[in-house]
């Protein structure tokens, strides 16, 4: 059974730092591509960062590139979402989701998200 489940959302000042992480079971999971995907208040699905397997390539949606870190331990089936210099903006619900294997888009699975309130 696959079981994705978002943690380390909460609330923080502006300018601060938070670490998101994915815990992905029932997948195989160094296979996979994962991403990160936010939903802000009154907006759409906004996708954020993702990390493909094997040699970790990361890629960055432009407003939040130079401020968040994707990492993942495919021996703890774990990804990782490091937030920086976080933004009112940035505040969201963030979901992580795993790509279909060979692909980076195509989402599979997805957690229930973890919200993330950004105080000015």
């Known amino acids: 059974q696959v079981e994705v489940v978002e943690s380390g959302g909460g609330l923080v000042q502006a300018g601060g730092s938070l670490r998101l992480s994915c815990v992905a079971s029932?997948?195989?999971?160094?296979?996979?591509?994962m991403s990160w995907v936010r939903q802000g208040p009154g907006r759409g699905l906004e996708w954020v960062a993702a990390?493909?397997?094997?040699?970790?390539?990361?890629k960055y949606a432009e407003p939040v590139k130079g401020r968040v870190v994707i990492s993942r331990d495919d021996a703890k089936k774990t990804v990782y979402l490091e937030l920086n210099s976080l933004k009112t903006e940035d505040a969201a619900v963030y979901y992580c989701?795993?790509?279909?294997?060979?692909?980076?888009?195509?989402?599979?699975?997805w957690g229930q998200g973890t919200r993330v309130t950004v105080s000015s």
């Open positions: 989701a795993s790509a279909r294997a060979g692909t980076w888009w195509q989402y599979d699975y």
């Open positions: 029932g997948l195989t999971f160094d296979n996979l591509a």
């Open positions: 990390i493909g397997s094997g040699v970790g390539t990361t």
